[in-house]
């Protein structure tokens, strides 16, 4: 697969079967490791979560951001019934691909160089055939560093489950992007 093609199919997965990565996942997070970043400061660490404790915890976060999502952004009237079972089997299968917390130092322009090497992750496991999803912990920052102990100089950035995706959705559910003359601008933003 070309980076051309990397780029246009790669989707966020959130089902998968339950084969991990690997050893795939070390090239793989090579890939990242080998981003730009600023001052060639390489801020990222990688994080290879197996403790059950802490996937458990990871889970319920999971599913709290997902019953965010559907009431704050996508609007969803859905019955509370309906979004407590979505988010049981967020809960349920949360472990089954490998799950990856990518830090960052607290250096110059450390958030701008760590998602360069999450782009380069989403890309290369796209590649190979595998897929990711990335949670973003928000307003549970403080509990997701607690649990990784991680030192004040150090925050997280993402979390990534990787691995076999369950099913692709139809190229017909996907949302198309943004036509790019919509997106460039001359000297100014006019919209």
């Not at 980076?3 to 996942?25: H, Q, Y």
């Not at 999971?62 to 967020?90: H, T, Y």
């Amino acid at each position: 697969m070309e980076v051309r093609e990397a780029i246009e199919t790669r989707r966020s997965i959130r089902n998968f079967t339950g084969k991990t990565v690997g050893d795939g996942l070390l090239e793989i997070l090579k890939h990242g490791n080998a981003a730009p970043s600023s001052g060639g400061s390489q801020p990222w660490e990688f994080i290879k979560v197996n403790d059950p404790a802490i996937l458990s915890e990871f889970a319920e976060i999971s599913a709290g951001m997902a019953k965010w999502f559907f009431r704050n952004v996508l609007k969803s009237d859905m019955p509370e019934f309906e979004l407590d079972k979505i988010c049981q089997g967020i809960k349920d299968n949360f472990s089954v691909p490998d799950v990856i917390a990518v830090i960052s130092k607290k250096v110059q322009e450390h958030v701008k160089s760590t998602f360069c090497c999450v782009q380069n992750i989403l890309l290369s496991a796209t590649e190979k055939g595998y897929g990711v999803q990335i949670i973003s912990p928000m307003s549970n920052e403080e509990k997701v560093q607690n649990l990784l102990h991680l030192q004040e100089d150090y925050q997280i950035e993402v979390i990534l489950r990787i691995g076999k995706p369950a099913e692709r959705e139809p190229q017909s559910r996907m949302k198309e992007p943004v036509p790019i003359a919509q997106k460039i601008h001359e000297d100014s933003l006019s919209i």
